[in-house]
């Protein structure tokens, strides 16, 4: 690690403090140990760092990747995953429990954590399961998961169905300060669904999720949390009706936060193609109107963070027919580049957009991750804005590939990723 680094000729964007403007930042030991403006004097000893008028920002903060170790290595290891998203400006993920087995011991969110810390380049943030194997059944011993460094409760890509258990769980987690994440798609409804019910799925012969579902869920949800005042967090919020409740549910003074995921806001249906198994997703993706809802509710407020909802899944989990297909689509190398089209588009501010990578995630998570500020650690984040590239499953970073940007041009490219003073990309 170089002891003393200085970048010059860089945007400077914090979204904690508002901070936008040209400017210098030093980073001494592995810590930020100041801003400044262009026209201060420059230390000596210090490598130096021109960054051409490149935006630097906090390192990302994921808070929805699912990892394949433990138990499924063979899609995904820590190793690779961290590789990946070093190349995609991350430097904090909160990871799902979703795993073999599943995080519903302390050892196992030790564990992770201490993964994460062993690649040098990447916190790993465990979520605790809510429910033993993440089964819907038997609770899990949620105060010694907090304990041992569980930073929320959910059953990661399955939906606690079962509203007794819910209430036990957002009334238990406000007990140790944490939230309860929800996957909004009630199973029953869900069950044996593969893509958004309407004409596209009729058409191409397959099995409908009703869009309402969703609705149906966080509106029991919304209910269970005013009920205990509990803390819920409603994850990849993908239709118009969700949207609505939640906005409704935090004007009435409920406790609910949300996120969404990259393909919500950039695809819809039609993405699915001629059973295109890479963008197979879960929940599915939606009508455009639908995306659009979503869009408008990053620009209002109503969303709180974007997540890449990072799935890895082997050639073979999607070399399939299109029913039978594993869903999930990979996102850490992504998820600036997709986001970054709202702002080119003009739907989003750029500091906004940071915002909700950086700091809003972190918040969720109780993490001090996501900030440019005296003291912090230098887990940074260099991108070109303008610089142009093109999605190819095949050519990413990490091993896995199922990504449903296949084909897309972005705009947007991460430059360089440091993580505690030390250069892990570019």
């Not at 519903?104 to 990447?122: C, H, I, M, Q, S």
């Not at 999720?209 to 949800?221: C, G, K, S, Y």
Request: hydrophobic residues 45%; proline residues 6%; aromatic residues 4%.
């Amino acid at each position: 690690m170089t002891a003393r680094i200085l970048f010059s000729n860089v945007r400077l964007l914090d979204p904690a403090t508002g901070l936008d403007q040209p400017g210098r930042l030093l980073v001494e030991d592995g810590v930020i140990a100041g801003l400044d403006l262009p026209d201060g004097t420059s230390p000596e000893g210090v490598e130096t760092i021109d960054g051409s008028g490149a935006v630097l920002c906090p390192g990302l903060v994921d808070m929805r990747v699912a990892l394949g170790e433990p138990g499924y290595e063979y899609r995904e290891t820590v190793a690779q995953a961290a590789e990946a998203a070093s190349a995609g400006g991350v430097t904090t993920v909160g990871v799902l429990p979703n795993n073999m087995p599943a995080i519903d011991d302390p050892a196992l969110v030790r564990l992770l954590r201490a993964r994460g810390d062993e690649t040098g380049r990447l916190t790993i943030l465990p979520y605790g399961a809510v429910t033993r194997g993440c089964r819907g059944e038997e609770m899990a011993e949620l105060g010694l998961l907090r304990e041992a460094g569980a930073v929320a409760f959910t059953d990661g890509t399955r939906a606690v169905a079962d509203a007794r258990t819910m209430r036990m769980a957002l009334s238990y987690a406000r007990a140790f300060g944490a939230m309860v994440v929800q996957h909004p798609e009630d199973p029953s409804l869900a069950r044996g669904g593969v893509a958004t019910e309407g004409e596209l799925a009729t058409r191409l012969g397959l099995p409908g999720i009703p869009a309402a579902a969703e609705a149906v869920l966080i509106a029991r949800d919304l209910r269970l949390a005013q009920l205990t005042g509990g803390a819920l967090h409603i994850a990849h919020v993908s239709t118009a009706e969700g949207q609505a409740l939640i906005a409704r549910a935090k004007a009435d003074g409920i406790r609910v936060t949300c996120d969404t995921a990259p393909p919500y806001l950039d695809l819809n249906e039609t993405a699915i193609g001629d059973f295109r198994t890479y963008a197979k997703l879960s929940p599915p993706l939606r009508p455009e109107a639908d995306r659009l809802a979503v869009c408008a509710a990053l620009a209002d407020g109503t969303i709180d963070a974007i997540g890449s909802d990072h799935q890895p899944c082997d050639a073979d989990d999607k070399r399939l027919p299109f029913a039978q297909a594993m869903a999930g689509g990979v996102g850490l190398a992504t998820l600036l580049g997709v986001v970054l089209a709202q702002v080119h588009g003009g739907g989003l501010g750029l500091l906004r957009a940071i915002e909700m990578l950086t700091i809003a995630p972190a918040r969720l998570l109780g993490s001090p991750a996501g900030r440019l500020a005296p003291g912090a650690p230098a887990d940074l984040c260099l991108f070109d804005l303008e610089r142009a590239w093109k999605v190819s499953a095949g050519q990413l970073p990490g091993r896995a590939q199922n990504t449903p940007f296949d084909g897309r041009a972005l705009e947007g490219r991460v430059l360089g990723t440091w993580k505690a003073g030390r250069r892990v990309f570019g």
